[in-house]
C-alpha cells in the first residue's frame, strides 16, 4: 500500500457516503430484493400459478429454500447491474462533471486515486452484502418459515457471497467508463455483460464463464466447481489493472 492510498481512500469514501446515487443504489438492493423476494416467496406459497411459472426450478421449493433461492435469482439478475451503475458513476462522474482535470493537479497519483475508488467500491459492496443478507433472514422469520438450519445457513452465506461477487464481477464498467470518459459506457457494458451470462447460462456453459458462474454456483452449489468458482477472480482482477493503466496514461486532449 502507498502512503498515499490511505489518505485517497478517506476521501473516496466520504464521496461515496455523501453521493444520492450510491445511498439509491444501497436501498434499491437492499430492499429492493428483500421486498421482491418476500413477495414473490408469499405469491408462490399462496399458489399464483403465474408466479410459480416463473420459478423455474425453484417452482417445487417452498420455505426457506424458496426465499432464499428466489433471491439468489433476484441478486443474479439486478445485483450486477446495480453495482455496474454504481461503479460507472464513481468513476464516470469524474469526466461528466469535469472534475478530472483538477485530479491532474494533486500531489497523489491518478493510478493511487482510482485504486482508492475500487477499494471503497468493494468496502461498500460488503457493507451491502450484510445489509441484504440479514434482511432477507429476517425476513424469512417474519413470514414463519421458522428456525434457520445448517443448510439455509449456508444459503444465506451463499447468498453473502453473491451478492459481493456480483460487485466485483461488474469491474469491467470502471475499464469502459475510463475510455468513454463517462457513466453510460459502463452501464452499457454491464448490460452487454449480463446478457452474455444469460446466453451462457441457458447455453450450459455458465459454469465456465466467469461473470455467470456466481450466480450459478449461489443457486445450485455442486453445478459449479471450485476450479470454475476460482476463475471468477480473473475479472476483477483483470479488468482493475486495466482500469489502473488507462488511469495511469489519461491525458486531458483525448
Do not use: C, Y
Not at 444469460?198 to 458462474?213: K, R
Amino acid at each position: 500500500m502507498t502512503p498515499a492510498l490511505p489518505t485517497a481512500l478517506h476521501v473516496e469514501l466520504r464521496k461515496l457516503t455523501a453521493s444520492r446515487v450510491i445511498r439509491t443504489t444501497s436501498v434499491m438492493i437492499v430492499v429492493g430484493i428483500t421486498v421482491l423476494s418476500a413477495a414473490l416467496t408469499w405469491s408462490a406459497t399462496t399458489g399464483n400459478e403465474q408466479v410459480i411459472a416463473q420459478l423455474g426450478p425453484l417452482a417445487d421449493a417452498d420455505g426457506w429454500d424458496l426465499l432464499t433461492g428466489v433471491a439468489a435469482q433476484v441478486t443474479a439478475a439486478g445485483g450486477m447491474l446495480a453495482f455496474g451503475v454504481a461503479l460507472s458513476w464513481l468513476i464516470g462522474h469524474e469526466f461528466s462533471d469535469a472534475t478530472i482535470t483538477g485530479l491532474f493537479a494533486l500531489p497523489v497519483s491518478r493510478r493511487t486515486i482510482v485504486s482508492a475508488k475500487l477499494l471503497s467500491h468493494l468496502l461498500w459492496a460488503v457493507l451491502v452484502a450484510v445489509g441484504l443478507t440479514a434482511a432477507i433472514a429476517l425476513t424469512g422469520t417474519v413470514l414463519g418459515l421458522g428456525h434457520p438450519t445448517t443448510d439455509v445457513l449456508d444459503s444465506l452465506g451463499r447468498q453473502f457471497v453473491l451478492t459481493v461477487l456480483s460487485a466485483l464481477i461488474a469491474t469491467p464498467a470502471a475499464w469502459a467508463a475510463t475510455l468513454g470518459r463517462g457513466l453510460l459506457p459502463g452501464i452499457a457494458t454491464t448490460i452487454g455483460l449480463l446478457v452474455v451470462a444469460q446466453v451462457a447460462v441457458i447455453g450450459g456453459a455458465g459454469a465456465w464463464l466467469p461473470i455467470a458462474a456466481p450466480a450459478l454456483w449461489a443457486l445450485q452449489p455442486h453445478a459449479v466447481n471450485a476450479v470454475q468458482l476460482a476463475l471468477v477472480a480473473v475479472v476483477p482482477a483483470g479488468f482493475a489493472a486495466l482500469t489502473l493503466a488507462a488511469w495511469a496514461r489519461l491525458q486531458l486532449d483525448r
